[in-house]
Nanobody, 126 residues
Framework: QVQLVESGGASVQAGGSLRLSCAAS????????MAWFRQAPGQEREGVAA????????FYADSVKGRFTITQDNAKNTIYLQMNSLKHEDTAVYYC???????????????????WGQGTQVTVSS
């Protein structure tokens, strides 16, 4: 059974940094599209970043390009989201997701992912 467990969420001030982790079990992350999504209160779920083939392919939402970095550690079966220069609008619950099929340009579509974590709260105060 595929399981994803996020951690690392916290409250920080604008301009600060956080690193989120997503530990996977039940499968090998290197074979999956792995992604981070977020959802703020009253907002739709948004694709933040995705990674495939041990970082050979990475994708980012325009709103986080240049500030967030997604990485993958296959030895630990874990993906990370390094978030720098955080803004108030980055406040959301962040979810890790996995898809066992190629997505490429469709990486941001949440319905394409078959496994989800429980989420971790990130709050950025301005």
């Amino acid at each position: 059974q595929v399981q994803l467990v996020e951690s690392g969420g916290a409250s920080v001030q604008a301009g600060g940094s956080l690193r989120l982790s997503c530990a996977a079990s039940g499968y090998t992350t290197r074979r999956y599209y792995m992604a981070w999504f977020r959802q703020a209160p009253g907002q739709e779920r948004e694709g933040v970043a995705a990674i495939y083939r041990e970082g050979a392919f990475t994708f980012y939402a325009d709103s986080v390009k240049g500030r967030f970095t997604i990485t993958q550690d296959n030895a630990k079966n874990t993906i990370y989201l390094q978030m720098n220069s955080l803004k108030h609008e980055d406040t959301a619950v962040y979810y890790c997701a996995a898809a066992p099929w190629p997505l490429a340009a469709e990486w941001y579509r949440g319905v394409a992912y078959s496994s989800w974590g429980q989420g971790t709260q990130v709050t950025v105060s301005s």
